[in-house]
């Protein structure tokens, strides 16, 4: 499975993005789907994860009131719509499939998508 991260920038704190990551190569609907993140010299991290009919969702307790996960089948997409943006949210960005609900992704990593959040 292929999968491509989009949608990243810099924004202000406060401001919101809205990051997309468009599968390929496998079945889209049968994987539950997570976000991942990793900032300069720390660990890469659990975002979110959605089940694979997207009713079941799942947040980190640092973006639950803020972060929204979301998927279209049809368009074998997944989406992290990012409100109330803060400095520290500052990362790269990735989309996985989740071996291990929730947060446990599959090893694989594709090329991420970078979001800075300035002052």
């Known amino acids: 499975v292929q999968l491509q991260a989009s949608g990243g920038g810099l924004v202000q704190a406060g401001g919101s993005l809205r990051l997309s990551c468009v599968a390929s190569?496998?079945?889209?609907?049968?994987?539950?789907m997570g976000w991942f993140r990793q900032a300069p010299g720390k660990e890469r991290e659990f975002v979110a994860a959605?089940?694979?009919?997207?009713?079941?969702?799942y947040y980190s307790d640092s973006v639950s009131e803020r972060f929204t996960i979301s998927r279209d089948n049809a368009k074998n997409t997944v989406y992290l719509q990012m409100n109330s943006l803060k400095v520290e949210d500052t990362a790269v960005y990735f989309c996985?499939?989740?071996?291990?609900?929730?947060?446990?992704?599959?090893?694989?990593w594709g090329q991420g998508t970078q979001v800075t959040v300035s002052s």
């Open positions: 959605i089940s694979r009919s997207g009713v079941g969702t």
């Open positions: 996985q499939r989740v071996r291990i609900w929730p947060r446990n992704p599959y090893p694989y």
């Open positions: 190569g496998g079945t889209f609907s049968s994987y539950n």
